[in-house]
């Protein structure tokens, strides 16, 4: 097995949607002992003209840019180490840096990847392999994610994963019949948002853990190359301070690739515990205590089409994309300490983009996007938000 250094490259090795980035990066293979660097970067500019900001002014339209080199380097023949750092500008101009990831990986066999540190999880497609900008198709991220660029009004379900522990990938070769990947993995997990009422739950890694239990999650999936892929993810894991109260997320995505068009899309649901008490009967009584689960769910769906199927070489390095979004959550304002931060941020949208491959690995986007806020029942009126991008992307 070729063992290429790049995150989606290992991924690559148990999701088929990856063989396009490891094909890009081919020249990242190294010899021992060396050091190298890859990665990606954009800048974009964003035209919000219905956007407002917490105090209702006018948000601003701006130009924003990113870097991120990858770090590569070989210690021997089976381990190889690996971290992303990402270099951006905010919408104030100030510069921000965030480790995405650092990791080791140790190849035990042609079949067997095991990967220790901190590393984007095997959920879905989207966070682990598709997010980088120049592999993404559209310039904004699909309504279930939320970080890594922004998501505008929508408050997405999920972060892009990543945490500390430890995964074991596979590849299970059926010959004429496909490919089965599995990535389990534990790590540190979920954790309580800080706030006056404990806050709901909080994805983003960070040092060390707030209770004594790990999560645990894995992604399994069935690919019949190179046209087709769909595959399972599930996560688990307390995420209170004092470990009783459980959060849990299911993914399903799928992709098919023909020779000119592409068609993606994720399924996701999610249920956390949250408690609380009713009203008492009697002032200054306690009322009876509950748990009660609150759900967030939604789905996305992408489909891509390139040009070059009419036979026009002008046309060739043009591709148009669309892709539709929806998200719901439970927010009724009965968790509102909890919660309250779905409120004005569940919706749905639409994108349309038109995109002009410069190179292999660079890439002009146009696109404009729809998103409509609806919270009736948290006490917001349907909302409209919609913006128009222009981004040049780049990979190397």
């Known amino acids: 097995m070729k063992k290429v250094l790049l995150q989606s490259a290992v991924t690559a090795a148990i999701s088929m949607s990856l063989m396009t980035t490891v094909n890009a990066q081919d020249n990242s293979s190294l010899d021992i002992g060396r050091l190298a660097i890859a990665g990606y970067g954009d800048v974009t500019y964003i035209s919000q003209p219905s956007m407002k900001d917490e105090e209702g002014n006018d948000v601003q339209n701006n130009v924003v840019a990113r870097f991120v080199p990858i770090f590569l380097f070989q210690m021997s023949e089976k381990i190889h180490i690996e971290a992303e750092i990402e270099f951006s500008t905010n919408a104030e101009g100030e510069t921000e840096t965030e480790l995405e990831y650092a990791n080791m990986h140790y190849f035990f066999n042609n079949n067997t990847i095991i990967t220790a540190g901190n590393f984007l999880l095997p959920f879905g497609q989207f966070g682990a392999n598709l997010h980088p900008s120049w592999i993404n198709k559209a310039v904004s991220n699909p309504g279930l994610y939320g970080g890594h660029g922004g998501n505008g009004s929508l408050g997405g379900i999920t972060s892009i994963l990543g945490d500390t522990g430890i995964s074991i990938a596979n590849i299970w070769d059926l010959g004429d019949v496909g490919r089965i990947f599995t990535n389990f993995y534990t790590v540190s997990g979920p954790r309580q948002e800080e706030g006056n009422h404990g806050g709901g739950v909080e994805m983003e890694a960070k040092k060390g853990d707030n209770n004594g239990s790990m999560a645990f999650g894995g992604r399994v999936a069935y690919a019949f190359l190179p046209e087709w892929e769909i595959g399972v993810s599930y996560y688990t894991g307390e995420y209170s301070d004092d470990g009783d109260l459980n959060y849990s997320a299911y993914n399903i995505d799928f992709n098919w690739i023909g020779s000119y068009a592409s068609v993606r899309g994720e399924i996701f649901g999610s249920s956390a515990e949250t408690e609380g008490e009713t009203e008492p009967k009697v002032e200054g009584e306690h009322g009876e205590e509950w748990v009660k689960d609150f759900d967030k769910n939604g789905w996305y ?51 349309y983009g038109v995109n002009y491959w410069l190179e292999p690995s660079a890439v002009l986007k146009l696109g404009a996007e729809s998103t409509s806020i609806d919270n009736e029942g948290a006490g917001h009126g349907g909302i409209v938000d919609d913006r128009v991008f222009l981004q040049l992307a780049f990979g190397f």
């Open 301 to 351: 769906i992408q489909g891509t089409w390139q040009a070059r199927q009419l036979g026009k070489a002008w046309l060739n390095p043009v591709e148009f994309v669309v892709r539709y979004s929806d998200i719901k959550s439970d927010f009724d304002g009965s968790i509102g300490h909890d919660f309250e931060e779905d409120a004005g941020k569940i919706g749905s949208r639409m994108y």
